[in-house]
């Protein structure tokens, strides 16, 4: 278990540890952009976003031309990456920092279905997981 990088995060990965009978592993530097929480058995990776540097619809940026391009950077290989990861098998979701301070429970309750359900996958369905696609919490 590595170390998370910010305080939101640390809290978000303590609530998940709490409330959720599965292991998973932070900030796993083996796979693509380091997802924030991995569930390796279940093949399920949680991205949790910062607003501003991701790039939610919630923060706009007053920045120059130099910003712009940074954060259109960051998207750009946010979505590279999910997709490369995808293809290697692994569902993948994205908590943004803001749905996280107001949806906490909401949140939890989404993640709990996918890890039930990726643990009742029939065996032979664990390589090819019935949802590919990556999905933003809203």
């Known amino acids: 278990r590595n170390k998370m990088r910010s305080k939101i995060e640390k809290s978000f990965a303590d609530v998940l540890k709490n409330n959720l009978p599965y292991k998973f592993i932070t900030n796993d530097r083996r796979l693509l952009g380091t997802p924030d929480v991995v569930f390796h058995d279940e093949r399920l990776i949680v991205f949790f976003h910062g607003c501003y540097w991701h790039s939610h619809h919630c923060r706009t940026s007053k920045h120059g031309y130099q910003w712009k391009s940074l954060l259109k950077d960051i998207r750009d290989r946010d979505l590279s990456n999910i997709s490369r990861l995808q293809k290697l098998g692994y569902e993948t979701l994205i908590v943004w920092e803001c749905e996280w301070r107001n949806s906490q429970q909401k949140i939890l309750e989404q993640i709990k279905g996918r890890l039930y359900f990726a ?7 664990r390589n090819f997981p019935l949802v590919h696609l990556h999905q933003n919490f809203q």
């Open 119 to 125: 643990r009742h996958q029939e065996v032979n369905d």
